[in-house]
């Protein structure tokens, strides 16, 4: 989501690892937004709560990362949303690691909002950017090394021996002499001791967790319908639990006129019908009767003023609007293109896409007096807690925000102006009882907070010889940042750079190459999505490098390469790429490869897709994706958040488009908004590249590559190149 | 009064006899392990048996259920089958955000108790309606595998894992 996060990643690492860490460094990094007494953890063993450091103060949170229990339980309180990527393991595997604990009794706890838990990367609480490993690489490794010291100070206490000549192994002190003492029974001893001043991490080498393949902490409770999502808060927990669903404005931007409730409040079950920002809420006792209701409500729009826009229109403007340049992102000089031995010329469209998270946006909120409490699954904890207060005229710490599971989120449940917390709040506010308001699917769809369309033009030439000799890059969109509390922190000189990333920073060296923005002012919400600006402009790029390969005679791998000579990384994932896949082998008739690499987050992911095409229809039999994402914390999880942002991906180079006619969105659920399935996913390989002195982003970088891997292939295949996104598969009938 | 059970559990209801039974299990009966999707049986999410069969619950009003027998995902690991179908999807990895999987492992459960050995295309039938927006379908295709081979296994002798690529 915010991009750039590699570099202050890669600022923050390079003094770490393996040395030593003076703690004054760590509190300065680690909890430089929180002041106070915070130490990154705290102790609570048994029933005794205190601060680990030597003059407890009034202790507010009491599990700020790590508990150890009298019984040697290990609990890691875990600062991020899980919504899949598996933070829930990989945290607590950095926290382990450096503890020494038996890692079968390891548990992960999601923590609540709080500035303890904030983001070491963005001073506040957040997931997103692919940052939650990178973010918590250093702070949870300190965490655990700090109370294998204190645990081991301890036991050389007790035994009155030298704790250098103490060692842990498995969640056990063991003493010179063979002493042994468990960690839960030196908790209580080891939590009256001051904080050590000096922290030594291990070295990469003496890794013996971190690296290792790790089954998920999660698996058993998603597989018997204990795990606990927002949308599973039920009266059990909050007392006269509410559900509420919202009548919204159909075009965005409309206001309720009138509304006619003569028919809800009949409805058995129905108690409430409260009127919103943008819409009319029913609430009722249960879910059925809340959309019973709502089904029998109408409302009249005030459309006055609101634009109400038409796909169809918006596409020829915006192809229109690419032919001129815009405001320079990246300054060049393309004169040149002008006596191009060789010029190719493309355009290219992306829609607006919906998140789809398979869990629909909910939000439960409990109100009483001064006190407000939320359960939610949220990215963004620290924004939504703000926008729930001011809702309530509260300060932010009379709200209390639970942090449930997410079934998905994709960026959907990180909205810097906190939509649905903000309707929840009010609707909770108003009706004066504890309410869950659930989105459908229809709603969700219908939405808003997309991917923005784009349109990309992009002008290269070839030299004589074959090479690049300029490139004229022109993107048209909506601005994801404009408009929100973000802006003024990621839009610099009228050039939002999630607009552009991907371009402007291509590893590619290409010389004269010019990048200009036209940022349309819409009224359709965006926001980003899983992969950011990175979602169409590694499209661009790539298509057009296969297309520039293809005009000037060479093979699109031994193409790319030429580019890459001062990008090791980036050409390495190339030539493994190529070398897994076996680029350049012979095919079975009617089949073809298309290669595409793009760096995001940090990292770098080469794909090889295999494909046929049957009828018009795409098959995609294979991807052979290889990934370097630094050092490889979990190659478990790794794999499989490639395999699943190539799913992401491919849904939507095949399917996804939201399109608007006048005004309202054309697509309500997953038979015309569809996902793709289990018959239709292809083979994956995933190879990871060793190495690296510190972990870089993983839950993104995967989907970029897809779409322009399948188009190249499908190019190789039948020389017709898909340029739109999702793929007008029409276009490949014979 | 519309009565069936649930879980094994014999009840009767005055709900509205149009509640879908999703609702009816995750407000009135508080499981909430059945999953809320799309409404409209397009994506398996709330996927429970009925007499044995996979359904929609989201699609299925209770007013159908007279007599019937229903078993949820809270339930599932009591039989064998959904038992085998639990610890593969462990050894597998597969779950995710895991809020599809509620539903992917009943589709599975329901598969394997008919066919014991399924194939590629028998799984792309049977679990080709049970989206998964991370994406874990090779690891779910995978699971179904090893679960098959658990179950035939036979008894007394360690159980062969199916090592079956992505």
């Known amino acids: 989501m915010i991009s750039k996060k590699s570099e202050a990643h890669d600022s923050n690492s390079s003094n770490i690892d393996g040395g030593q860490i003076n703690r004054r460094e760590f509190l300065k990094t680690s909890a430089a937004t929180t002041g106070g007494l915070i130490i990154g953890f705290n102790f609570v063993a048994g029933n005794k709560i205190a601060s680990a450091q030597d003059a407890p103060k009034p202790n507010t949170s009491p599990n700020a990362f790590l508990r150890i229990a009298r019984d040697g339980a290990v609990t890691v309180q875990v600062k991020h949303l899980e919504f899949g990527q598996g933070v829930m393991t990989s945290l607590p595997m950095l926290v382990a690691e450096e503890l020494g604990c038996d890692w079968t009794k390891v548990r992960a706890e999601l923590a609540p909002a709080s500035p303890l838990y904030a983001n070491t990367l963005f001073g506040m609480q957040a997931t997103g950017g692919s940052s939650s490993v990178v973010n918590s690489w250093e702070q949870m490794r300190m965490v655990g090394a700090t109370a294998r010291m204190m645990l081991v100070s301890a036991a050389s206490n007790k035994w009155k021996v030298d704790a250098g000549k103490c060692r842990v192994e498995n969640g056990v002190v063991i003493g010179p002499a063979g002493q042994r003492a468990n960690f839960g029974d030196l908790a209580d001893a080891a939590n009256k001791l001051p904080v050590p001043t000096k922290i030594v991490l291990k070295e990469a080498k003496d890794f013996k967790l971190i690296g290792k393949p790790t089954k998920r902490l999660d698996s058993a409770s998603k597989g018997n319908g204990s795990a606990k999502f927002g949308l599973d808060v039920t009266a059990k927990q909050v007392p006269n639990l509410h559900i509420a669903l919202v009548k919204r404005s159909p075009v965005f931007g409309g206001k309720v006129k009138s509304f006619n409730a003569d028919k809800v409040n009949g409805i058995p079950g129905v108690t409430h019908v409260v009127q919103t920002a943008n819409g009319v809420a029913v609430v009722a006792k249960s879910f059925w009767a809340a959309k019973t209701g709502r089904d029998a409500l109408t409302v009249e729009w005030n459309f006055d003023g609101v634009a109400k826009p038409n796909t169809a229109e918006m596409r020829t403007a915006y192809l229109e609007t690419a032919k001129k340049p815009g405001l320079v992102a990246k300054a060049g000089n393309v004169e040149s293109l002008k006596t191009a031995a060789k010029t190719v010329t493309a355009e290219f469209e992306m829609p607006y896409l919906a998140h789809a998270p398979m869990e629909p946006l909910n939000c439960t909120v409990s109100v009483t007096g001064e006190s407000c409490e939320i359960w939610a699954g949220t990215q963004f904890q620290t924004v939504d807690q703000g926008a729930a207060a001011q809702v309530l005229g509260f300060k932010p710490e009379q709200v209390k925000i639970n942090t449930m599971l997410a079934g998905g989120g994709f960026g959907r449940r990180a909205n810097p102006v906190s939509d649905y917390f903000r309707e929840a709040v009010d609707i909770a506010k108003q009706a004066k009882v504890p309410v869950k308001t659930i989105w459908t699917r229809e709603d969700d769809i219908r939405g808003g907070f997309y991917r923005p369309m784009m349109a990309h033009r992009v002008v290269a030439g070839l030299d004589s010889a074959g090479k690049i000799s300029a490139w004229d890059h022109t993107v048209v969109g909506q601005s994801i940042m404009a408009g929100t509390p973000f802006e003024p922190m990621m839009v610099k000189g009228g050039v939002d750079n999630t607009s552009v990333e991907g371009v402007v920073d291509t590893p590619y060296d290409i010389p004269n190459m010019q990048t200009t923005l036209h940022t349309i002012k819409g009224t359709v919400p965006v926001l980003w999505w899983r992969s950011v600006g990175h979602t169409h402009t590694a499209f661009a790029m790539e298509s057009m490098m296969d297309d520039l390969a293809k005009a000037a005679g060479q093979d699109p791998v031994q193409f790319r390469r030429a580019y890459l000579a001062k990008q090791p990384r980036m050409l390495n994932v190339l030539n493994t790429v190529a070398e897994k896949a076996n680029w350049g082998a012979t095919l079975p008739k009617g089949r073809a490869l298309g290669v595409a690499v793009h760096e995001s987050f940090g990292s770098i992911c080469g794909q090889v897709a295999e494909v046929s095409v049957e009828g018009g229809k795409i098959k995609v039999h294979r991807v052979v994706a290889v990934i370097d994402c630094g050092l490889a914390v979990n190659p478990l999880t790794i794999a499989a958040q490639v395999e699943g942002a190539i799913a992401f991906g491919l849904t939507a180079a095949r399917y996804g488009k939201v399109t608007f006619k006048d005004g309202q969105v054309e697509q309500s659920n997953f038979h015309d908004y569809p996902i793709l399935r289990l018959n239709e996913m292809p083979k994956v390989e995933v190879h990871i590249i060793p190495g690296g002195a510190s972990p870089t982003g993983v839950g993104e970088p995967g989907t970029p590559p897809i779409a322009p891997a399948v188009a190249n292939a499908v190019f190789a295949l039948t020389g017709k190149r898909l340029r739109s996104l999702p793929f007008n598969e029409d276009e490949l009938k014979a | ?166």
């Open chain 2, 1 to 166: 009064m519309i009565r069936f059970t649930v879980n094994g559990e014999r009840l009767e209801t005055n709900v509205s006899p149009d509640t879908p039974l999703l609702w009816f299990l995750r407000d009135n009966l508080s499981l909430t392990g059945t999953k809320f999707g799309c409404g409209i049986a397009l994506c398996g999410a709330c996927t429970v048996h009925v007499d044995g069969e996979a359904v929609r619950a989201c699609a299925t009003p209770v007013s159908s259920l007279n007599g019937k027998r229903v078993t949820t995902i809270e339930e599932i690991g009591k039989t064998p089958v959904g038992k085998s179908v639990q610890a593969a999807w462990i050894a597998e990895d597969v779950v995710q955000c895991g809020y599809c999987q509620s539903g992917q492992i009943m589709s599975a459960t329901a598969l394997l108790a008919k066919i014991k050995t399924p194939s590629d295309s028998d799984i792309d039938a049977a679990m080709s309606g049970n989206i998964c927006r991370c994406g874990t379908y090779n690891r779910v295709r995978a699971a179904i595998k090893t679960a098959s081979v658990a179950n035939v296994a036979p008894v007394g002798k360690p159980k062969a894992t199916a090592k079956v690529k992505a």
